[in-house]
């Protein structure tokens, strides 16, 4: 076993090529408990949390694109200037176990791990977020959508590490919601994340521990888009947002496990993806 | 640096070589069974409870989920360092108001709240209830520590 504590981002991509069994370490708040927990042998650890380039964030005015570093943590989205960028980044950074948490666990982390029931992830794909990628052997970019694979399973080479994710900055509403059986320091049972993109005049909503990995409703936001005026945003029926989370649920795929049943998660995520549209079209 | 290699940390202000120690080890081991600085606890093992609470590089972490070996360079305080000895005014507070029962969770709280009220001296109650969100007391009931948390808040202020 070793640990290296590379403090560039050259340095990290060269050991991940260098080395034969590497695992990477960002905040530590999935690594250490498998770690502590003896789940899990530990080999080579490339610690990345000195690695500058991935503990900043820009904001491209020209492009409206936001760029924010793999080891940016939580506490950075919570407040500030990237919350009023990504209201709904915002409010599922909140939700994320404690403050302890929020000021290790990162972005890159939720991705690395690619758990569903991650909660940074929902947003992610309801923003159509971008993510950047490095290796030895280059670059590359990936859509959300084909970056995540299944349950703890992404498009991650062994050699590569995630960067960062670029996302548009959008007009209109967006929002997240989670269902845990307390408000701090859960797990979700069933989350939410809905942009009401006022400029295209569409829809996007992901859903999070309902599915093998985060589920994007592509046939519920284009029945909406076809019921409800989202560039306008005038006066909601409540029948629409009601088949609105019906149609929801139908697109979501849950199983029964430690934390609930398919049936409740089923039921949750449509009443979640309900009460977004409701709130985003109060005005 | 491999299995065996020493490295050394950065706490309370002085730096302090860990011999012979597996490079697995949380920083919580290290500090409690390597240092010699038992007052952080160890109950959840996985960031849960809040009760290994230090200050690393001016931020709130639980110690349990700092690899140690990786902390190298870090200024870390624990909840030895916020007291040369005598009380700090929030461990008297949290005795006054009788915040303390079994005790377990007793000093991950006492750095959450020093580390609170360093940052924001005058606390919204929300803030204060979200601040302590991270820390689990199951004996209390958390009024009285919130109580605690007041008096030190009022304390300060009319200093």
């Given at each position: 076993m070793s640990i290296h504590i590379p403090t560039s981002l050259d340095d990290a991509v060269a050991l991940l090529h260098e080395l034969p069994r590497v695992q990477l370490l960002a905040g530590g708040t999935d690594f250490m408990v498998e770690v502590n927990f003896n789940r899990h042998d530990v080999h080579d650890v490339v610690a990345l949390r000195r690695v500058t380039e991935l503990q900043q964030w820009q904001h491209d005015e020209t492009s409206n694109t936001v760029t924010i570093g793999?080891?940016?943590?939580y506490a950075e989205m919570e407040n500030g200037e990237l919350a009023r960028l990504f209201p709904a980044l915002a409010e599922a950074a909140r939700t994320v176990g404690s403050p302890q948490i929020r000021a290790a666990g990162t972005l890159g982390g939720n991705l690395g791990t690619c758990s569903p029931a991650g909660d940074g992830l929902p947003v992610l794909f309801a923003l159509d977020a971008v993510v950047n990628l490095a290796s030895h052997r280059g670059k590359r970019s990936l859509p959300i959508g084909e970056f995540m694979l299944g349950p703890k399973r992404s498009a991650l080479a062994v050699d590569e590490l995630v960067v960062s994710v670029s996302m548009k900055t959008t007009t209109g509403w967006q929002g997240y919601a989670k269902v845990g059986t307390r408000n701090a320091m859960v797990i979700s049972v069933a989350s939410a994340s809905l942009v009401l993109d006022s400029e295209s005049g569409t829809a996007r909503i992901a859903l999070g521990s309902v599915g093998p990995t985060i589920i994007r409703c592509t046939q519920a936001e284009q029945w909406l888009q076809t019921q409800y005026d989202i560039s306008a945003r005038k006066e909601l029926d409540e029948a629409i947002a009601t088949e609105f989370g019906l149609r929801v649920s139908q697109e979501s795929r849950p199983i029964d496990d430690h934390r609930s049943t398919a049936q409740y998660r089923r039921h949750a995520v449509g009443v979640l993806a309900k009460r977004l549209l409701q709130r985003g079209c109060v005005q | 640096m491999s299995e065996t290699q020493i490295y050394s940390l950065r706490v309370n202000g002085k730096l302090r070589d860990v011999t012979?120690?597996?490079?697995?080890?949380?920083l919580l081991y290290v500090l409690r069974e390597?240092?010699?600085?038992?007052?952080s606890k160890g109950a959840?093992?996985?960031?849960?409870?809040?009760?290994?609470t230090v200050v690393m590089d001016g931020v709130a972490v639980c110690s349990c989920l700092v690899l140690a070996a990786s902390a190298v360079g870090a200024d870390i305080t624990t909840i030895e360092g916020f007291t040369d000895g005598a009380l700090t005014d929030v461990q008297q507070a949290f005795i006054d108001e009788g915040a303390v029962q079994c005790g377990f969770c007793t000093p991950g709280l006492i750095v959450a709240v020093h580390h609170l009220l360093d940052n924001t001296p005058r606390p919204s109650e929300m803030k204060i209830k979200e601040a302590l969100s991270g820390n689990i007391c199951r004996?209390?009931?958390?009024g009285r520590i919130f109580a605690a948390v007041t008096r030190v808040i009022e304390q300060r202020a009319q200093q």
């Open positions: 793999a080891g940016v943590p | 012979d120690a597996w490079l697995g080890e949380s390597r240092l010699g600085l038992p007052g959840c093992e996985q960031g849960e409870c809040g009760s290994c004996c209390t009931g958390y």
